[in-house]
Nanobody, 123 residues
Framework: QLQLVESGGGLVQPGGSLRLSCAAS????????VGWFRQAPGKEREGVSC????????KYADSVKGRFTISRDNAKNTVYLQMNSLEPEDSAVYYC????????????????WGRGTLVTVSS
């Protein structure tokens, strides 16, 4: 069964950058579309970005468009989220999730989830 582990979170100052990684094991990763989600204290979990099986189609929430970039390296069984120009509003626990389908789906459609990695943006 597919297992996902996030890494790369930490404390950064506003305007800084982080690269999150989602490492997969237990299955061939190129069979899955993968998304990133985040949840801040007191708020609902929201979708951040998603990448299709092929890696040719990506989607971004309006709040992160132009600042975040999702990519995947199936040879390494890893999906990345490059986060630039970070703002305090980006502080949250970030989760990666996967679905055994061709395209991105809502979080309810994601069958596999990681434990999350904490991102804190503060001066």
């Amino acid at each position: 069964q597919l297992q996902l582990v996030e890494s790369g979170g930490g404390l950064v100052q506003p305007g800084g950058s982080l690269r999150l990684s989602c490492a997969a094991s237990g299955a061939t990763f190129d069979y899955y579309a993968v998304g990133w989600f985040r949840q801040a204290p007191g708020k609902e979990r929201e979708g951040v970005s998603c990448i299709t099986r092929s890696g040719t189609t990506t989607k971004y929430a309006d709040s992160v468009k132009g600042r975040f970039t999702i990519s995947r390296d199936n040879a390494k069984n890893t999906v990345y989220l490059q986060m630039n120009s970070l703002e305090p509003e980006d502080s949250a626990v970030y989760y990666c999730a996967a679905t055994g389908g061709f395209m991105c789906v809502s979080q309810d459609g994601m069958g596999y989830w990681g434990r999350g990695t904490l991102v804190t943006v503060s001066s």
